[in-house]
């Protein structure tokens, strides 16, 4: 994606809007991680590479992540509430950019990539990683199988506070998948040329239809356990 060899920017990886620091920046963010081999800490400056893009390259990713931001964080009492017989079990959102909130995804999973940051050791894309790089180039989303993103709402996580979690890599039916933790949501991106598994498939983000987020509680959750692990360990 960037051909600079200097002039680097300081590029936030996932953008700070998506972790607002406790009183505004004051008070340092909890930075954790899954991998046992690196040691969690407070940053006062949010998660950002010094040597990873250009400033032409990083506001590249402005527009994408300023759209993620408002359609998930400003806007987000407009999302429409699904109910299953009084039970919360999703949320709607009718009309959306296709392009921008899925090329926030590929940039999101670009970013982690290729940061030398060792919070995002665990990412590694292989063959993945010249296409991803290319339809970044390109601003082409692809269609909704490549890379396919979809969203998770959690329900009971309103103002994020925590902190930063690195991201997990998974599988769901044999499928490989990154998630990312974004404050009161997750976002998973299929890194696989097999399809979504079905289960799945009604959530990802598709051009010209609704956007459906699955939902369900934080705590309690895998990421809620990552967390209580490494607090516990920050404790210490
Ligand atoms: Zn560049």
């Known amino acids: 994606m960037c051909d600079e060899r200097s002039d680097f920017v300081d590029a936030h990886i996932v953008p700070r809007s998506f972790y607002p620091e406790r009183g505004r920046g004051r008070e340092a963010l909890i930075v954790m991680t899954m991998n046992k081999n690196i040691r969690n800490g407070r940053s006062r400056i949010g998660i950002y590479d010094k040597y990873l893009v250009c400033e032409g390259c990083e506001k590249k990713f402005d527009p994408f992540d300023d759209y993620a931001a408002k359609l998930l964080l400003v806007n ?125 498939s009604p959530f990802i983000m598709r051009p010209n239809a609704p956007l459906i987020l699955d939902s369900r509680e934080f705590r309690g959750g895998p990421e809620y356990r990552a967390f209580y692990r490494t607090a516990n360990m920050i404790r210490e």
Not at 177 to 189: D, M
């Open 76 to 200: 987000r009492e407009r999302h429409k509430v699904i109910e299953n017989h009084g039970d919360l079990v999703g949320y709607l959102i009718d009309t959306f950019d296709y392009k921008k909130l899925k090329l926030f995804g590929l940039s999101l999973l670009w970013r982690s990539a290729f940061t030398s940051r060792i919070e995002f050791s665990n990412v590694k894309l292989g063959l993945f990683q010249g296409i991803l790089t290319q339809l970044l180039k390109n601003e082409d989303p692809e269609c909704p199988e490549v890379f396919s993103c979809q969203l998770t709402r959690f329900s009971d996580v309103k103002d994020w506070q925590s902190g930063f979690l690195s991201p997990f890599r998974e599988k769901y039916e044999g499928i490989n998948f990154y998630r990312f933790l974004l404050g009161s949501y997750a976002l998973y991106v299929k890194v696989d040329r097999r399809p979504t598994p079905k289960f799945m």
